[in-house]
């Protein structure tokens, strides 16, 4: 590693700032799977990072120390977590399998593809967080594995409810509320509404009981939402996504997955697998609020 001006911590292929790269699939798997998985997906995302080289493998001495410096473990818990995921998201190995590396132990971290088949899922799309944002408590960690399951800022995102978030990512609710604040994740709120007899664009409204009277209150959708990371390069992630998805087993359930919210109306009619209640983006100069985000059922 080395530093840049201002002390900017930037690494060997090109010097660039120091980023880690995360991938939405596995981080949403890990976080289903439950607690250590998580631990370990951050590490193994961690150990990728300090891997300037792209060779896969760490002298473990060296691994230990880089972790410490960047990322804020001390050296006990480096070692702990590295010996407790051994053979799952990496490989330690001896002494006297270490040719090359002075005889010393080395950290040999599995590949993208191998740890996508292990947690069963596509990688998805990568992005990238800056260290500095990524380094710190355990719970701001798991956040940033939560947050990469959104895309970043200023990419197209549909809406997605609460329910589903937690039914993609095993997070709750009221978890997905401190994460957000955790992470800085950015939520924009999402109406329906629909055409009436005349064409004209109306609020889909629905009626809403309190203790001692009732109201009418526009329809929300599901909120839509952007993380603070950033793009990163595909590499050989469009690869390996295009790989599992043609052998994975379950590509017949992946398949009939009903698509809800389309951007135009090209995609909608193109679309063999449509959801009964669908809703199309309404352009902006035609919103009956400007600047809300609004869909018309179709």
């Known amino acids: 590693m080395i530093k840049g001006p201002g002390g900017q911590v930037k690494n060997g292929a090109g010097n660039r700032p120091f980023f880690v790269r995360l991938y939405p699939g596995l981080s949403a798997a890990a976080l289903n799977a439950g607690r250590d998985n998580k631990k370990d997906l951050a590490l193994w995302y961690e150990l990728r990072a300090i891997n300037t080289n792209g060779s896969s493998k760490l002298v473990l001495e060296e691994a230990v120390a880089a972790l410490v410096k960047h990322f804020g473990y001390t050296e006990s818990t480096a070692y702990r977590l590295l010996r407790a995921g051994d053979g799952k998201f990496w490989e330690i190995k001896g002494s006297s399998l270490s040719s090359g590396f002075g005889g010393r132990s080395v950290v040999k971290i599995k590949g993208l593809?191998?740890?996508?088949?292990y947690l069963d899922t596509l990688p998805g799309r990568p992005v990238e967080v800056r260290v500095s944002d990524f380094k710190g408590s355990r719970a701001k960690k798991t956040a940033w594995l939560y947050a990469s399951f959104f895309k970043p800022d200023?990419?197209?995102?549909?809406?997605?409810s609460r329910d589903s978030i937690s039914a993609a990512t095993g997070v709750k609710r009221r978890q997905q509320q401190r994460y957000d604040k955790l992470a800085g994740i950015k939520r924009v709120a999402n109406f329906a509404c629909y055409q009436d007899s005349q064409g004209k664009l109306t609020p889909m409204r629905h009626l809403v009981y309190g203790k001692s009277r009732q109201w009418l209150k526009d329809r929300r959708l599901g909120n839509t939402y952007h993380s603070r990371a950033l793009p990163a390069p595909r590499g050989m992630t469009k690869r390996v996504n295009a790989e599992l998805r043609h052998r994975s087993l379950n590509r017949d359930q992946m398949s009939c997955v009903l698509k809800r919210f389309f951007r135009s109306a090209r995609s909608l009619v193109r679309s063999p697998k449509r959801h009964e209640e669908?809703?199309?983006?309404?352009?902006?100069?035609?919103?009956?609020i400007s600047g809300r985000m609004e869909w018309c059922i179709a």
Do not use: H, M, Y
């Open 278 to 288: 669908a809703f199309l983006l309404v352009n902006e100069r035609d919103r009956i």
């Open 154 to 160: 200023g990419s197209r995102a549909k809406p997605i």
């Open 113 to 117: 593809r191998e740890l996508a088949e």
